[in-house]
């Protein structure tokens, strides 16, 4: 059975950092790519950011360009999301997410097609 679980979440304000962690595990486990997804309250979920393990490309949403970083290792079947400048935007529930299938760009952005996900982790910023 394949479990994503996410730490590093919390209660920060405005302009300051968050580290976010996922460590997959399964003895089956694989992917093609894993990524971020948030949901705040009364919104829909949507996509923060991916990477994609082939040429480790990556990929963001704009309003988080520039003050967000992915990165991982396939091998260890970890990814991280470095956040940085955080604002009161930015308070969701922030859920990793990974993917055996394929993607190009957006169609990396389409949670629906992911294959496994964590429990979420609650990012809270203050302003």
């Known amino acids: 059975q394949v479990q994503l679980v996410e730490s590093g979440g919390g209660l920060v304000q405005a302009g300051d950092s968050l580290r976010l962690s996922c460590a997959a595990s399964g003895r089956t486990f694989s992917s093609y790519a894993m990524g971020w997804f948030r949901q705040a309250p009364g919104k829909e979920r949507e996509f923060v950011s991916a990477i994609r393990w082939s040429g480790g490309r990556t990929d963001y949403r704009g309003s988080v360009k520039g003050r967000f970083t992915i990165a991982g290792d396939n091998a260890e079947n970890t990814v991280y999301l470095q956040m940085n400048n955080l604002t009161s935007e930015d308070t969701a529930v922030y859920y990793c997410?990974?993917?055996?299938?394929?993607?190009?760009?957006?169609?990396?952005?389409?949670?629906?097609?992911?294959?496994?996900w964590g429990q979420g982790t609650q990012v809270t910023v203050s302003s």
């Open positions: 997410a990974a993917r055996r299938s394929y993607c190009s760009s957006y169609g990396c952005y389409d949670g629906s097609t992911y294959d496994y």
